[in-house]
């Protein structure tokens, strides 16, 4: 049976672990969720004119980042891989976002 070399070069084949965060710490997040959640309720019922719809969508988008960073593990987790699944979201998005402008200019109605 071969041994390896050195304790060195076999700590460079073992993968990193998550760092694992406390229970208070998911719990903390959570209520950071749910305060964006009624704060989004509540701006809906403030006139803002144009810039509704752009708070809302901020505010989803600080709760999505923060459910994908910590709930989803992405913090600490494989930078190649997540460089992968984000490309190919972006792609996915790109075919969806063409395919919808592509009906909408050959509609007749325009």
């Known amino acids: 049976m071969a041994q390896p070399e050195s304790t060195h070069e076999h700590d460079l084949t073992?993968?990193?672990?998550?760092?694992t965060h406390s229970?208070?710490?998911?719990?903390?997040?959570?209520?950071?969720l749910l305060v964006l959640t009624i704060t989004t309720a509540a701006v809906a019922f403030i006139n803002l004119g144009p810039f509704n719809p752009?708070?809302?969508?901020?505010?989803?988008?600080?709760?999505?980042?923060?459910v994908i960073l910590f709930f989803m593990h992405v913090k600490g987790a494989s930078e190649k891989l997540t460089g992968v699944v984000v490309l190919s979201a972006f792609f996915f998005l790109a075919i969806l976002l063409t395919l919808s402008l592509a009906d909408y200019l050959t509609r007749?109605?325009?």
Not at 14 to 19: G, I, L, M, N
Not at 23 to 32: K, R, S, T
């Open 54 to 66: 752009v708070v809302a969508l901020l505010i989803a988008t600080i709760k999505a980042t923060l």
């Open 14 to 19: 073992v993968e990193h672990e998550h760092t």
């Open 23 to 32: 229970q208070g710490f998911y719990i903390a997040i959570g209520a950071v």
């Open 108 to 110: 007749s109605w325009r």
